[in-house]
């Protein structure tokens, strides 16, 4: 299977633990993205890469979240001191850049893990 | 107002009928209008896109898009069982990566 994988699928936690998740893009993908998913809702953006560079990151990524991509490949999210709000779908998706203007550069998302904060 | 709005649903039709979703959103310079599914317990995956304004067909699945009026459809012709799913709606400026979605319309086909 080629396509967007994402570990674990689930994770449930304690309050104020840390939890991080792993996202591998499709290979040859050079964006990636994290989204935040809660129940009645569409994904919310926190943040992207360009390879291995962070370029955006929304204001909904407190402190105690931090992602990385450190040699532009696989990403991780970490959330540190968990709290019941942070209950949620993480959903990781990637995409390739294109010079086309008027080609949306199609995100692939990968099935999320679901993470609850006991 | 949220940037994005969609009616939540939950929308439930007979096998074949006709479904009409729709979205309206408030940011101008939106350009990229997207219609991606969602069933549960899976992540998205897309639809269909359209660049600015039109409409665009694909099999049983047409998109329209109105920036006049800030509004976009998509509807589903001789609707199945398995479009049963989260149909979200998402769009994104041309000059920005993020791209912003609906809050989802939940559709059930009736057989």
């Known amino acids: 299977d080629t396509g967007v994988s994402q570990d674990p699928r689930h994770k449930i936690t304690k309050r104020g633990q840390n939890v991080t998740f792993r996202c591998d893009p499709i290979?040859?993908?050079?964006?990636l993205y994290w989204y935040r998913q809660t129940l009645g809702q569409g994904p919310e953006f926190l943040t992207y890469?360009?390879?291995?560079?962070?370029?955006?990151k929304s204001r909904l990524l407190s402190d105690r979240f931090s992602a990385e991509r450190p040699k532009g490949s696989f990403s991780t999210l970490e959330i540190q001191r968990t709290e019941q709000g942070d209950s949620a779908m993480y959903l990781c998706?990637?995409?390739?850049?294109?010079?086309?203007?008027?080609?949306?550069?199609?995100?692939?998302f990968g099935p999320g893990t679901r993470l609850t904060v006991l | 107002q949220k940037e994005v709005e969609q009616d939540p649903g939950p929308l439930s039709v007979p096998e074949g009928a006709i479904v009409s979703l729709n979205c309206t959103y408030s940011?101008?310079?939106?350009?990229?209008f997207m219609w991606y599914r969602q069933y549960s317990r899976k992540g998205p995956e897309l639809l269909m896109y359209?660049?600015?304004?039109g409409n665009k067909e694909d099999g049983r699945f047409t998109a329209q898009v109105d920036k006049s009026s800030k509004y976009i459809s998509l509807f589903i012709r001789d609707s199945q069982p398995s479009d049963s799913a989260t149909y979200l709606c998402?769009?994104?400026?041309?000059?920005?990566?993020?791209?912003?979605f609906g809050p989802g319309t939940s559709l059930s086909v009736i057989p």
């Open positions: 998706a990637s995409s390739k850049a294109t010079r086309d203007y008027r080609s949306y550069n199609e995100q692939f």
């Open positions: 290979s040859e993908h050079n964006r």
């Open positions: 890469f360009q390879n291995e560079a962070q370029l955006e």
């Open positions: 940011n101008s310079a939106f350009q990229y």
């Open positions: 359209t660049y600015s304004s």
């Open positions: 998402a769009m994104k400026e041309t000059s920005y990566d993020k791209v912003i």
